[in-house]
């Protein structure tokens, strides 16, 4: 049977994000990274892309190629947040997830043909979900192996969905530039091009044997049998999670203990579902706090018992919280769990109806958002609680 392998690319992740929050920035180059003398480019956006800017190009180069730019040191916290958000979007999809950065993962679909019209409509599907959640936009490539399904979702940018059957993956492949492909960077790029090597057909039809003269035996072989569509790896998820948290930078510091612990609530009950989906409870929680002046604290304490209960994880950190007593000037708040271990039954009645109440609450919120059931105190009308 042959896989299906979805490979999801977030457009111009960092800086999409920033033109999703800020509306000024909308249709304008937006640049993220370094700014400085020896900073690089996270990312930019389209825009930025048609003055010749890319991702890893100096900060310098890019201000003289595009002087009218937006340049961004970037939120890298705000970016880790909505990264989470789209991997749990990820965990509805497929049980089988390889992150491979913040901006992109593999999920293996195969066996799940049953639960979708096409592998093509499912992907849709999932796209229109990101976009609808998080007002992003991804593209994606659907394909029978890994090497082909990342080639895919690259190849249509931005807001892409390219599908490689298994019977069409030469004609997919052939045309395409030889640097397309993992492992050919400019110095192989440079020695193919001496063979006269411009496409990945022109890979696909040489002599093994020169290649392997040219770049070694090793070499020569990954890359003949990727011209060739060979992929064999598979689809591989990564441990658990050693520690399980949300944090915030917040737009504008905050100026009272009021404000501080009602965005801790809301960390909190968003670490309190992680940790329930996860099935594990947690020992450790820890507190972040970052003050206007980058100060930043981290506290801890543990647990009188493991627990994935909201209450249990906001008691600490609210305590924890009164005792930095830092109420003002507050630039970043971040709740985080550790020490993990499965839930297993326990013998208190109590617990038992807690576990009971959390999955019920926790059931609603998957099927009609996490705002099914919510507590009042995160429940705001402009900016007034209601």
């Not at 457009?11 to 003398?37: C, L, M, N, T, W």
């Amino acid at each position: 049977m042959d896989r299906i392998i979805i490979h999801v690319d977030m457009d111009a992740f960092f800086a999409s994000v920033e033109q999703r929050d800020h509306e000024e920035y909308r249709g304008k180059p937006v640049i993220v990274g370094g700014i400085g003398g020896r900073g690089v480019v996270s990312t930019c956006s389209y825009e930025a892309r048609r003055f010749g800017v890319h991702s890893a190009m100096p900060m310098a180069r890019a201000v003289k190629l595009c002087p009218q730019g937006i340049f961004i040191r970037g939120n890298y916290a705000l970016y880790s947040q909505v990264s989470g958000e789209i991997f749990e979007i990820f965990d509805h999809y497929s049980p089988v997830i390889e992150p491979l950065s913040i901006d992109e993962a593999f999920l293996d679909i195969t066996g799940m043909e049953r639960l979708m019209d096409s592998p093509g409509e499912y992907a849709e599907r999932l796209k229109k979900e990101i976009k609808d959640k998080t007002g992003l936009v991804a593209s994606v490539g659907i394909a029978p192996n890994k090497f082909l399904a990342k080639i895919a979702s690259d190849y249509d940018k931005p807001d892409g969905l390219t599908i490689v059957e298994p019977g069409e993956v030469q004609d997919f492949l052939d045309p395409l530039p030889v640097s397309r492909i993992w492992g050919v960077g400019h110095k192989t790029a440079i020695l193919l091009d001496n063979l006269r090597i411009k496409t990945i057909k022109d890979l696909r039809k040489a002599d093994i044997q020169l290649l392997e003269k040219t770049l070694g035996n090793k070499m020569a072989v990954h890359l003949y049998q990727l011209a060739s569509g060979i992929d064999e790896r598979p689809v591989a998820t990564r441990g658990r999670a050693k520690s399980i948290g949300n944090e915030i930078t917040f737009m504008e510091d905050l100026q009272s203990a009021e404000d501080a612990l009602q965005a801790l609530l809301e960390l909190t009950c968003k670490v309190g579902w992680r940790l329930r989906q996860a099935d594990v409870k947690a020992r450790t929680v820890q507190l972040k706090l970052r003050e206007s002046s980058f100060h930043t604290y981290t506290r801890q304490k543990q647990l009188f018992e493991p627990s994935n209960y909201d209450n249990d994880i906001y008691e600490a950190v609210s305590s924890l919280f009164h005792e930095l007593n830092i109420t003002k000037g507050i630039r970043l708040l971040g709740v985080s769990t550790t020490g993990f271990g499965e839930c297993e039954s326990i013998s208190l009645f109590e617990d038992k109806k807690k576990d009971n109440l959390y999955k019920a609450i926790d059931d609603i919120n998957n099927r009609f958002g996490k705002k099914g059931i919510t507590r009042g105190r995160l429940v705001t009308t402009g900016n007034k609680k209601l």
